[in-house]
Every structure is written in C-alpha cells, then in structure tokens.
C-alpha cells in the first residue's frame, strides 16, 4: 500500500474535458465493458451503480443492457461531463456526487460496476464490504483494475493508494466479505510508451439468504 497522499477536491478537474478523448483510456474501458457484457447476466429489469464513473465512458456502454444506473462520482469535473451525455444514453441515469467511503447511502441494487477506480481506494475490503451490503440478493459486482505494476502506470497523483492489485489477495479479501462464485479473468491490456499493463474483471454474487 501506498502511503496516504493528500486530497484536493477535484483531482481530476485537469483533465476532465480530454478525458474521452485518449483513445487508449476508450478503448480500454471499451473491453472492460465487453468482459462485463459476456461475463454478467444482465437484462432491462436490473438497477446498477456505476462506482467511480468519472465522464460515463463505462456506463454508456452497459446502459443498453439494463434498467437505470447510478452514477457515483465525487468529482465535480467529471460529474458535470456525463452529464452532458445523459439525454443520449439508453436507460435512466442519475448522478450522485458523493464520496461512498465517508458517507453511507441506502440504495439496493442488482450490480455494481467499477472501472479502474479500486486502486484509488485506500480501504479496499470496507468498500467491497460496503459493495455486498448495497447488493440485492443474488446482485453482482463487477469490477476492473490493474494487476500489480511498479508504480510508473501514473504519471501524475490523482491520489493513488496501491499499484495495482494480486488476484489471490482480492479474491481471498472477496470471500471473506461473503462473495460467491467468484473469478477473476484477464479483460484488457493497457500500452503505454514506457510500459503494457494488464487490467484484470473481479466478477461475484451475493448468494440468497
């Protein structure tokens, strides 16, 4: 783990505006969102939250598939970007500007998504806790993030607390949660001049009581 950094309120505000526009960053969460489609039942009944959802680039793709999202983001910059896209997007989307490892909501949903967020989280097993307790009954996560890197994937502290993540710690971390039926499976691969970087799909359930 990375040691705490301190927080501006909007670490993003620089680049929200060109955030779509890095055609790696689309075409990554562009494959996330495939893995997602192949690997989750989804269907037009389902409510899903969208953790961490930055300018929409996940949810626009998985919007076709279900009921409503919830978009939460505590980024005024990339809050104000999605948006814009909402009138186009194709199912109800609403937005909610908070910090979800301060404050509790009380929403149940039947999946939670998360892009390239995890690592920006410095408690990772209160926000999975979190995640399961905001689960309906056989709900789904689905969640991608980097596998362990040595720290050169960010150029710039948009506040990092691990560099990547191993897959057994995760899945070990999942399991004590309660999580169910629980894979981790490679969904992209991120180039860089100075580096690749494999991005990994934490799929489980919350099993009916």
């Known amino acids: 783990m990375l040691p705490k950094r301190g927080l501006c309120m909007d670490k993003f505000a620089f680049k929200a505006k060109s955030y779509d526009k890095e055609q790696r960053r689309v075409a990554n969460v562009k494959n996330i969102a495939n893995k997602i489609i192949d690997s989750i039942p989804l269907n037009k009944n389902m409510r899903a939250i969208d953790f961490g959802s930055g300018t929409g680039l996940l949810l626009e793709n998985i919007a076709p598939y279900v009921k409503e999202i919830i978009a939460i983001d505590k ?35 039947d999946l939670i998504l998360s892009s390239m967020t995890l690592h920006h989280i410095e408690d990772v097993k209160s926000i999975l806790q979190k995640f399961y ?68 799909l934490l799929t489980a359930k919350k099993a009916s009581n």
Not at 88 to 93: I, R
Not at 144 to 166: K, N, P, R
Request: net charge negative; charged share 30%; with cysteine.
């Open 75 to 109: 980024s005024p910059s990339m809050n104000e970007v999605l948006s814009q896209k909402i009138p186009k997007l194709d199912c109800k989307v609403e937005i909610k500007e908070i910090d979800i490892t301060k404050t509790d909501i009380d929403i149940k949903v």
């Open 133 to 200: 307790n905001m689960l309906n009954n056989n709900g789904y996560i689905a969640i991608a993030d980097l596998d362990i890197e040595d720290g050169s994937f960010h150029q710039v502290d948009t506040g990092v607390y691990h560099f990547g993540f191993d897959r057994k710690k995760l899945i070990k971390v999942a399991k004590e949660i309660g999580f169910k039926d629980i894979k981790i499976d490679n969904a992209s691969i991120i180039k860089k001049p100075y580096g690749e970087y494999s991005v990994f």
